[in-house]
């Protein structure tokens, strides 16, 4: 069993950075690969990005790719998400998730833990 908690999001305008934070409890964080989702009003759960559990692995949906880097601290087990030149549509319920395997995956119902969410909103 793990715990999710994320922090860090907020209102930026069009053109901004932010970078979420995601802190984990209980089993050891190191041996799960950790993502990000969101999930914007009226639309599905989608995936953003999802890095391996030495860190050396990254994976992102091609909507963020150039603009988001995720990244984790296992000393702090913590996974972050940096977020810039963002955009309206990137306005959403950020999620941090985590999955007990060696495989990076996209698909929702494969990841095991979830936290509670973040709001990122950005303005135009």
């Known amino acids: 069993q793990v715990q999710l908690g994320e922090s860090g999001g907020g209102l930026v305008q069009a053109g901004g950075s932010l970078r979420l934070s995601c802190a984990a409890s209980?089993?050891?964080?190191?041996?799960?690969?950790m993502g990000w989702f969101r999930q914007a009003p009226g639309k599905e759960r989608e995936f953003v990005a999802a890095?391996?559990?030495?860190?050396?692995?990254?994976l992102y949906a091609d909507s963020v790719k150039g603009r988001f880097t995720i990244s984790r601290d296992n000393a702090k087990n913590t996974v972050y998400l940096q977020m810039n030149s963002l955009k309206p549509e990137d306005t959403a319920v950020y999620y941090c998730a985590a999955h007990r395997s060696v495989v990076l995956t996209t698909t929702l119902k494969e990841w095991d833990y979830w936290g509670q969410g973040t709001q990122v909103t950005v303005s135009s």
């Open positions: 890095i391996n559990r030495r860190g050396g692995s990254t």
């Open positions: 209980g089993r050891i964080f190191s041996i799960y690969v």
